[in-house]
């Protein structure tokens, strides 16, 4: 599937490619997975957009466990973005006029 999204977030995703190196993906049924990190072992679920480290909760952008574990699957990274990261979201978000409101201090 093909999203757009604006520069800053697709910097961001590469920005987070790079940091895989020192993961290692383990692939696992059903879009579960574990990535090995030095000594920590984080559990990625792809289909849920979730990982242990929660990072990917947080922000709604895959940390690097959860892009390493997408990298050994057939999908790409942005497929796993929140939707409200979408440039479609955004023009939809602010479509319409907003209206200012006076200041109310008077």
Known sequence: MLYMF??????????????????????????????????????????????TYKEWDAIGIPCRHG?????ITNHESVDFVYPFYHTSTFKKAYSR????ISDQSH
């Open 97 to 100: 006029i907003i209206i200012p």
């Open 6 to 51: 604006c520069p800053r977030i697709m910097k961001k995703i590469e920005e987070i490619k790079e940091q895989t190196l020192d993961c290692e993906p383990i692939k696992g049924e059903n879009e579960i997975g574990k990535v090995h990190e030095g000594l920590q072992i984080y559990v990625t679920k792809l289909r849920e957009k979730v990982c």
């Open 67 to 71: 892009v390493s574990a997408i990298m």
